[in-house]
T-cell receptor, first 114, second 116 residues
Framework: AQSVTQLGSHVSVSEGALVLLRCNYS??????LFWYVQYPNQGLQLLLK??????LVKGINGFEAEFKKSETSFHLTKPSAHMSDAAEYFC????????????FGGGTRVLVKP | GAVVSQHPSWVICKSGTSVKIECRSL??????MFWYRQFPKQSLMLMAT?????????EQGVEKDKFLINHASLTLSTLTVTSAHPEDSSFYIC????????????FGEGSRLTVL
């Protein structure tokens, strides 16, 4: 079984400041890890994913995340927040290649202040 | 990327009626689709896995007779909420896999159901 914990249901950042969203997971097998973004009343858009290989993965819109097995973490960062980054962000895990049955974290809502 | 479309985006119905939500993969064939439910300000909860040509696999606690899923073709899965009640009001999201188990998932834009 797998689970995902996102620390902080709400994060407020100033425009231009660092965005850091925390995600910790548990998985009985090597995980695949994902970050998705959701804008109001819309579906989910994939920001980035880790499957195997390089532990630092870069995604769209300037986001990146680092897989740290020893810390069971997959934190999402962006060096400089933009107003358009205001949205809900979900971390998700799936047990390797076993069927893409995603388990989502509780989500973190990002507010960007001008 | 691949496109997954849901219809309708918004639906309002009376209590006791049934509502059908469609999930289509527009430019690829999806042997597997997933249905999620999202309550306001909460995360997505997997309801069921829909496989083309076979019965859906429901998650624990999801009533299969309440939420009927049909995956009759490689590009269409439908979710029917039968005898809807106000507590069924929610945001329903589908996702589709582009290929084998390692294929990327693409999500529909969601369907908001309000039961009066």
């Amino acid at each position: 079984a797998q689970s995902v914990t996102q620390l902080g249901s709400h994060v407020s950042v100033s425009e231009g400041a660092l965005v850091l969203l925390r995600c910790n997971y548990s998985s009985s097998v090597p995980p695949y890890l994902f970050w998705y973004v959701q804008y109001p009343n819309q579906g989910l858009q994939l920001l980035l994913k880790y499957t195997t290989g390089a532990t630092l993965v870069k995604g769209i819109n300037g986001f990146e995340a680092e897989f740290k097995k020893s810390e069971t973490s997959f934190h999402l960062t962006k060096p400089s927040a933009h107003m358009s980054d205001a949205a809900e962000y979900f971390c998700a895990v799936t047990p390797g290649a076993a069927g893409n049955k995603l388990t989502f974290g509780g989500g973190t809502r990002v507010l960007v202040k001008p | 990327g691949a496109v997954v479309s849901q219809h309708p985006s918004w639906v309002i119905c009376k209590s006791g009626t049934s509502v059908k939500i469609e999930c289509r993969s527009l430019d690829f064939q999806a042997t597997t689709m997933f249905w999620y439910r999202q309550f306001p300000k909460q995360s997505l909860m997997l309801m069921a896995t829909s496989n083309e040509g076979s019965k859906a696999t429901y998650e624990q606690g999801v009533e299969k007779d309440k939420f009927l899923i049909n995956h009759a073709s490689l590009t269409l899965s439908t979710l029917t909420v039968t005898s809807a009640h106000p507590e069924d009001s929610s945001f329903y999201i589908c996702s589709a896999r582009t290929g084998p188990a390692t294929g990327e998932l693409f999500f529909g834009e969601g369907s908001r159901l309000t039961v009066l």
